[in-house]
């Protein structure tokens, strides 16, 4: 039997506790399908309204008109659902745990305090003239001061808009300006894995750009107490200003179609996107999830090893958990510091029930072999997560055996950042697990494959994944952009939202998600358009043509391969392949880092001038056998160069 075959059935003592067993799932996933409105008025309950809705669902993906409303006469506040509401019963639980880059350094914080220490940056938010409908930029470490601003945010109904702490100036100052913040919060620096990250001279050197004097103020977190600069007037302490504060803070009724906040993504092509999530759709969808996905119960504690920077950061972070009352960890290291065994000490340490992270991190363990987590027993755990990226069986089976000790479930949940929640992923009481495969949907999720030309794919079959109807955590728009929201989501298949992801139904009706289909790379579970990549190359002088494809990669699952052609007065060398190298990690930011250049005298087209970029990923991935058809090539011999000529061997 093939790894791919093995299939894990549902434990009937896992079961017996879970929140859905295969009756509970299979009755609530058609009721959600056959009465949308019904089933979702009654899970929006498990929200604290101060107007609860009446309308619940109005969508429709009609190219012409994609209009997507869920509980549009209800209101709400998503901290006061946070926070406010756990007081009664269990302010002095724990709310957050933080854990440092340190193992010495830890702190937790209860409901009761963190619901103080928010309601005070709020108002301190407040005193910076931010108000309802503004936005805040957040460019932070993993501190808790990150989930606060994102609360506080929320509680005073501004916006927030997280750009993750790896990207440049450039990118943080284009984000800035999209989103037009008045305020920008961030740290002194960042500390990862010993690592110090220059957080405010990013802010500083970002606020220089043109554009970004819409830029008032700069509320700055002392993390490491490393030197920075200090523009009077616009910078401001954090613990300065949000100590003087009063805790008393009113949460701000907002409407359920409000905007929460603004995450940028990237894409398949142009400037990353804005997504625009709103107030209770994205909430409901978060809490919801995280309950029946993580079979979450009372009193555990629940580690979901993302940043924050991140969609899976925002809701399996901070709003789910919290939303449900639950023990969120935060961690603010890498996953190998100072130990290559750190993840297990820390579920040690904490009594971490539920671990939620990435196939890049398992098989960057699983590269150390099975001694790595023999530092730990690991016997708190109950049960296991991964998302960003398809994982492997092997790292699948590994993560199960060796991790989760042969007795944790895995749950390898598919979303998006469009998605908002979690849309295809075992319920771990319910569905039998096969590794590599996300399964089955979520509540309310209806998929379907479909071919290029759109007809719709039945029983086993291998296709585009669209999603046919809203769910409620779906993001209403791009930021100021709706036409481009409508032309990349709901004009490849008119009526449908395409993901941009491929995907294989099997016999038993389980997805296996396959990778993206567009130009959108998954590195280390890091989410990159190749044509971001590719426009900062050929903004440097010696290039004059560059292509950009992922490439299979054994720990980063792809990895950044890149073709460069350069101008005729330029040689190639290795400095100029640092220094290109250099460029793009100074542009884009780190997580960009090429990892193979190859030069290229020219590439390969199509007679119309396109770049035949199938050809150069199976170059990339040398898979120079199978390269199809290449008589459309404009000159076929540039393709017999590159392959002589593969940098990656
Ligand atoms: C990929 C992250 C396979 C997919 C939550 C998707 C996955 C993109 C999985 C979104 C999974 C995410 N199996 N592929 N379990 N989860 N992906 O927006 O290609 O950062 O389209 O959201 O990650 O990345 P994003």
């Known amino acids: 039997m093939t790894e791919q075959q093995k299939v894990h059935p549902v434990s009937e003592e896992f079961a017996a506790n879970a929140w859905a ?34 309308q619940i669902k109005h969508a429709t993906f009609d190219a012409d008109n994609v209009d997507i409303r869920w509980f549009e006469d209800g209101e709400l506040n998503a901290c006061y659902n946070c926070l406010d509401r756990h007081l009664e019963r269990r302010g002095d639980q724990p709310a957050i745990i933080w854990e440092g880059d340190d193992p010495s ?12 220490r928010t309601s005070q940056l709020a108002n301190a938010l407040k ?43 450039d990118a943080l100052a284009q984000r800035v300006v999209d989103a037009q913040s008045k305020v920008v919060i961030t740290a002194d620096e960042s500390i990862r894995g ?29 993390r490491s107490g490393g030197e920075i600069d200090w523009h009077e007037g616009r910078d401001v302490w954090f613990h300065e200003r949000v100590d003087e504060q009063s805790s ?57 090893a993302a940043d924050v920077g991140w969609i899976t950061g925002h809701s399996y972070i901070v709003y789910g958990p919290l939303a449900n009352g639950a023990t969120t960890l935060m961690f603010e290291g890498v996953p190998s510091y100072p130990t290559p065994g750190r993840i297990g000490e820390v579920i040690d340490k904490h009594h971490v029930s539920i671990l939620y992270t990435s196939p890049t991190a398992i098989r960057a363990l699983m590269a150390h072999g099975d001694t790595v987590m023999d530092s730990s027993t690991r016997n708190s755990l109950r049960l296991l997560g991964s998302v960003g990226e398809p994982i492997n069986p092997e790292a699948w089976e590994w993560f199960h055996r060796v991790i989760g000790n042969s007795k944790c479930p895995i749950v390898d949940t598919w ?23 996300a399964t089955r949907p979520f509540f309310g999720v209806l998929p379907a494959l479909v071919d290029n030309e759109g007809n719709i794919l039945e029983g086993a079959s291998n296709g585009n994944l669209v999603i046919l109807d809203s769910w409620p955590g779906q993001a209403r728009s791009i930021w100021q952009n709706h036409e481009r929201f409508v032309q990349t989501y709901f004009s490849a298949y008119p009526g449908k939202y395409f993901t ?17 289909v567009d130009d959108v790379i998954n590195v280390s579970g890091h ?9 900062s190359l050929v903004a440097h002088q010696a290039v004059a043509e560059a292509a950009v494809v992922g490439y299979p990669h054994d720990i980063k699952g792809q990895g950044i391969y890149i073709y460069v052609t350069l101008g005729d007065e330029y040689e190639p060398s290795d400095e100029l392949k640092k220094e290109l190298t250099q460029w793009v990690r100074k542009d884009i930011g780190p997580i960009a880092s090429p990892d193979v250049i190859q030069w290229a005298p020219s590439l390969p087209k199509t007679r119309s001038g396109k770049i035949m970029r199938r050809i150069l990923r199976k170059i990339a991935a040398n898979e120079t056998d199978g390269l199809g058809d290449t008589s459309t090539l404009a000159d076929p011999s540039v393709v017999q160069d590159l392959i002589e000529n593969r940098a990656n061997r």
């Open 415 to 437: 979303w998006q950042t469009e998605t908002g929640g979690i849309m295809i992923a075992p319920l771990p009481g319910a569905v039998d697990l096969k590794p590599g495969s």
């Open 194 to 222: 010993g690592k110090h990250v220059p957080l405010k001279e990013n802010v500083d050197a970002a606020l220089t750009r043109e554009g970004t004097d819409v830029v008032d103020k700069v509320l700055v977190v002392k």
């Open 500 to 516: 941009g992801d491929g995907c294989r139904r099997d016999e038993d009706g389980y997805y296996w998600i396959t990778g993206r």
């Open 527 to 535: 989410r990159m358009g190749t044509a971001e990549i590719e426009s």
């Open 248 to 304: 008393d803070c009113p949460a701000e009724p907002m409407n359920a179609e409000d905007p929460l906040f603004i995450l940028y993504t990237s894409g398949s092509t142009g400037q990353p996107k804005g997504l625009k999530h709103t107030t209770g759709g994205y909430l409901l969808h978060a809490a919801l999830t995280h309950q029946y996905v993580f079979d979450y119960q009372e009193g555990e504690v629940y580690w979901c």
């Open 21 to 54: 067993d295969k009756e509970k799932y299979l009755s609530m996933y058609q009721q959600s399908v056959d009465d949308p409105q019904g089933f979702w008025a009654e899970q929006a309950k498990r929200l604290d309204w101060s107007k609860a809705p009446t």
């Open 105 to 116: 350094d830890s702190k937790t914080y209860s409901f009761r305090e963190l619901h103080a």
């Open 127 to 169: 005193s910076m003239g931010v108000g309802k409908g503004d936005t805040v930029t957040l460019y932070m470490p993993m501190v808790p001061e990150a989930s606060m601003a994102m609360l506080a945010c929320a509680r005073i109904g501004a916006i927030h808009s997280v750009v993750f702490g790896g990207f440049s100036p």
